[in-house]
Every structure is written in structure tokens, then in C-alpha cells.
């Protein structure tokens, strides 16, 4: 989606003043044929798609903000009384796209990369000598937060957070066995007098706190095993949010094996989301997510896409889990969900109790950067105009932020007990809730901190903080003993994030027609 602040008269760009484009939502060397305006001219991200993650990541991570744009004016490209010079952002990023265009990224933008011509980054790279806000164009380089008010530090303010998530294991039973799952299967699973329970203090939680949205994992285990069960506590939450007067969004997580037209029909009919879990194309998926038997379940999957989902038109979120094993075949399976335009995401393996013992699974560095490049090579040749930033790169979140999830502030994890976590990660360590009681607070001080990225050792400094936010804290733990330090994957995000910056000015200048 396209939000245009740019000036057209007759259906024709006009030519005699600046343009800046602002799209929602590493050097190339390859050839483009591209159509280049002569004017000044930004691309700049103001927004961002939702991503749907198999984790605790927020729709809405603690956003962030530089405080002191609005009161220059920079919103409504007006300058407010005695409003100070303007100067380059400090550890700006830039890298060279087709066409003579640059991408230009500071760490304090509130969301993507922003794509210059040569006459906008001109401009730019004026405000090496502080100055004020004259040209239109200093107005949307300003929003994308390239240039900062001079003589005094960037002061980044927190977002309000509206949703609170709450993941539901509904069951512990799969009719799969994935090598890396966390679950420790069983046959048991949560019954409809637990689920209204948990739904109850779900909605209760989030009046008390003042929410104004609640979002639900259905999951498991294989939640689909249990459709039936879902159906009706969807029924539930549905009845709540009406009468609490909140808004209610919802996902299942599966592993796209079992899904039937009239499933699908309810998903369409309910507005419900659904994420299928891809791990490769053909053998590649099969070595990761065979069915009990030992039998592969690619084709499944491929066959409930093509001849149920779409047809029904649901597009489910592809999640596609990388590690030590696939890291070859992410290629393969980005390639498979932009050939059904459906919208992906790259999620690094987590280490576990169950799984440790299986190194081929483990992140080493070199073999997931390069299977990581092969992917967004894939990506570029492809070019899809769907957005994808926020699925790139594994739980890195374009929107500035300070943690990496939710968990303690908007996130509840309830076991088929009825037991509430932090972390579907610890779905053992679950605490028991009493009615009335709010469940955010008892997961609030638990076994995993809330450490702001700019707490974390290795982090303060990096250009990228505010994106990746030092990682999954969980990992970090397994892997240093501390929470407060950055994560042992640093430097594949540090090697990546440009990269991936890089298709976004891309995806930006495609949809823009500025390229061939």
C-alpha cells in the first residue's frame, strides 16, 4: 500500500517542486532499466505490514518515537515558533540502489529505509552544516527522522500499545514430529471449560489495562486436530469482545496437513487467520516435518494451499523455521509462497530441552548467512511488491522498538491447563490463575526480564538496535547465562539487516515504477 505525499496535477508528476513518496510497510549489480525523475525525490517507510509470528512477538512491539518532531513543526510541514536547525542523523546508513538512488536508514526512523534520488540526497547531505527546515523535501526527510534537531541528543518516546496477544495451547497432540519442537507431546488437550476460563481472564486483563484490542493464537501441538474445540471458544471470545466493546483479532498456527473446505469456510467467514508452518520444498521440507510415521508432509500442504486455502481465499502467513539442517532449502520455500503471493517469514530455530541434543539443527554462522543470502537473492529475482520487510529476518521488527516482545507487558501464554507463562517456550513453568485475578501480573516479574535494548551490553551503540533489540531473550540466556547482554546471532543480523534494508528500497522503487 502506497500513501502519496507527493504533488500531481493532470496525472503528471509536476517537475518544479520536491516529491517525497512514503511507502508502507548492500550494492546491487544488477542491471535495471529504470525511470529516474529529475527532481528531488524520497521513498520513505511510515508504516508497517503485520507479520504473523510463531513466538511472543507483539503486533505492536513498545513503539518508539523521536519526541521532539512534532514540536518543530515536522508533522505538519509548518515550522513551529523558533524552531532550531536541523542536522544528519547520527550513525546514518547509507548503501547504493539502481539508478543512481541511495537508500538512507537512521537508527531513529520510526520504521523502514527511505530511498533518495541524487537531488534528495543532495539535499541531505546539505544539513552536514546545521540549518533549518526550508524545502519540502527537509519535511519528509525530517519524518523519516534523517535529520534530527541539532544541539541535543535524539530523545525517543514509547508508543501507546493497544493489543494485548495471548497465545492458547490448546493441545499437545500433533500428527507430526518435527526434530526441533518444543512440545512434549500427549494426547491431552484443553477443554472448553478451561478455555472459556482462560478467555475470561484474557478480556479481563486487557479492561484492566486499558487495551483496546485482544488477539488470539489458537496452537498447539496441531490446533486443527481440535478444530471443533476452537471453533467454539472463538464463539466465546467473539460473544466477550462485543459485549466489553473491544475489538478481537485471531490466528491459528498450523502445520497445513489437515485443513478441509469447510474449515476454511469458517476461517473466511470469521476473519480468522491462519499460519502454516513451511520448512523447505519436497525433501527438504519432509526431513524437517514428518508425520508420526515417518512419512513426509510437504505434499499436504501443497495440496491443502492449492486446492483448499486459496481457492477458499484464505492466504496464510508462511512461517519458515531456518536452521543448521535447512538453511540450503529456505530459498526453495521463499520462492513458494511469492509464487502464491503469499506473505512469508524467516524464523531462526530456537534451542530447546527436547531438541538440544541434535546439532545439526544449530545455528552455525557462516552456513545460515549463506543460506540466508540465497533467499534474498531469490527475493530480488522474484521482486514481489507485497511487503515483506518484517518477515526478512527472523523476530527484527521494522518499527523502532526497545524489546523484542511482549512478554511481561502484552503477552500471556496459557497451557491446555489453564496455567499462565511468559513464553510458550516455558509452557512448564506456568502459574496458576484464580478469578479475578489479572494474569499480566503474574507473569509480569517472572524467570524472563524485560531488558530494554538500550540495557543490554553490546547493543547501546549499534546502528540496528532498535530493530533487532538484542534478540530473543530466551536464546540469549541459553547461550550466555544472561539476559542483559546481546545475542549470540549478532553477527548474522548485523551482516544481514543491511542486506535486507536493501530488497525494501527495491521493493519501494518497483512499486513506484522506477524500475524496469
Known amino acids: 500500500m502506497t500513501t502519496r505525499t507527493a504533488r500531481f496535477r493532470g496525472g503528471q508528476m509536476e517537475q518544479s517542486e520536491p516529491i517525497a513518496l512514503v511507502a508502507f510497510n548492500a550494492e546491487s549489480k544488477s542491471e535495471y532499466d529504470c525511470a529516474c525523475p529529475d527532481v528531488p525525490y524520497v521513498l520513505g517507510a511510515q508504516g508497517v505490514t503485520k507479520t504473523e509470528y510463531d513466538c511472543a512477538c507483539a503486533d505492536e512491539p513498545f513503539r518508539l518515537s523521536l519526541a521532539q518532531l512534532d514540536a518543530i513543526g515536522v508533522s505538519s510541514h509548518h515550522p513551529a515558533l523558533h524552531a532550531p536547525k536541523m542536522r544528519l542523523s547520527p550513525q546514518l546508513h547509507t548503501s547504493a540502489l539502481p539508478c543512481g538512488y541511495t537508500l538512507a536508514f537512521s537508527p531513529y526512523a520510526p520504521a523502514g529505509p527511505a530511498v533518495l534520488n541524487p537531488q534528495a540526497l ?4 546539505s544539513f552536514n552544516h546545521p540549518q533549518p527546515l526550508e524545502q519540502a523535501v527537509d519535511y519528509t526527510l525530517a519524518t523519516q527522522n534523517l535529520l534530527i534537531p541539532a544541539g541535543q541528543p535524539p530523545k525517543m518516546e514509547w508508543g501507546k500499545v493497544s493489543t494485548l496477544t495471548a497465545w492458547l495451547h490448546v493441545t499437545n497432540d500433533c500428527n507430526l514430529d ?23 481472564a484474557i478480556f479481563r486483563s486487557a479492561e484492566q489495562s486499558g487495551f483496546q484490542e485482544v488477539k488470539l493464537k489458537y496452537a498447539g501441538g496441531e490446533a486443527a486436530l481440535h478444530f471443533d474445540l476452537v471453533r467454539r471458544l472463538h464463539r466465546y471470545a467473539q460473544h466477550l469482545a462485543g459485549r466489553k466493546g473491544l475489538d478481537l483479532r485471531a490466528v491459528i498456527l498450523s502445520n497445513g496437513t489437515l485443513w478441509t473446505p469447510e474449515m476454511a469456510a ?9 499460519m502454516v508452518s513451511l520448512d523447505g520444498v519436497g525433501a527438504a521440507h519432509d526431513a524437517m516435518r514428518p508425520t508420526r510415521g515417518g512419512k513426509g508432509s510437504f505434499a499436504q500442504i501443497e495440496r491443502t494451499v492449492d486446492r483448499v486455502l486459496i481457492p477458499a481465499g484464505i492466504r496464510p502467513d508462511i512461517s519458515i523455521t531456518i536452521s543448521g539442517k535447512n538453511a540450503d532449502a529456505a530459498a526453495d520455500a521463499v520462492e513458494w509462497a511469492i509464487e502464491r503471493d503469499l506473505p512469508f517469514s524467516l524464523n531462526f530455530y530456537r534451542e530447546n530441552a527436547l531438541s538440544a541434543s ?39 521488527q521494522i518499527d523502532a522498538h526497545t524489546h523484542t516482545c511482549g512478554v511481561g507487558q502484552n503477552y500471556l501464554v496459557f497451557t491446555h491447563t ?14 496458576p490463575t484464580a478469578n ?11 524467570a524472563i526480564p524485560q531488558i530494554s535494548v538500550e540495557d543490554k551490553e553490546g547493543c547501546q551503540d549499534c546502528v540496528w538496535r532498535y530493530r533487532c533489540t538484542g534478540g530473543c531473550p530466551i536464546e540469549t540466556y541459553r547461550a550466555t547465562g544472561r539476559f542483559d547482554v546481546k545475542s549470540p546471532h549478532c553477527n548474522i543480523y548485523t551482516t544481514l539487516f543491511p542486506e535486507a534494508l536493501r530488497l525494501e528500497g527495491l521493493r519501494l522503487m518497483k512499486l513506484e515504477g522506477l524500475l524496469g
Request: glycine share 8%; proline share 4%.
Open 122 to 125: 543532495a539535499r541531505l547531505q
Open 358 to 396: 541434535n546439532e545439526a539443527l544449530r545455528l552455525e554462522e557462516t552456513r545460515i548467512i549463506e543460506g540466508m543470502r540465497r533467499a534474498y537473492r531469490r527475493v530480488e529475482k522474484l521482486a514481489p511488491t507485497r511487503p515483506f520487510l518484517n518477515g526478512l529476518l527472523d523476530r527484527a
Open 436 to 446: 479475578g485475578v489479572d494474569p499480566l501480573m503474574l507473569v509480569k516479574h517472572g
Open 178 to 200: 518435527c526434530p526441533y519442537c518444543y512440545v512434549n507431546k500427549s494426547n491431552e488437550q484443553m477443554s472448553d471449560e478451561t478455555g472459556r476460563r482462560v478467555i475470561d
Open 418 to 431: 489453564g496455567a499462565v507463562s511468559q513464553c510458550q517456550m516455558h509452557l512448564a513453568n506456568g502459574s
Open 266 to 274: 469458517w476461517l473466511r467467514e470469521n476473519n480468522v487467520k491462519l
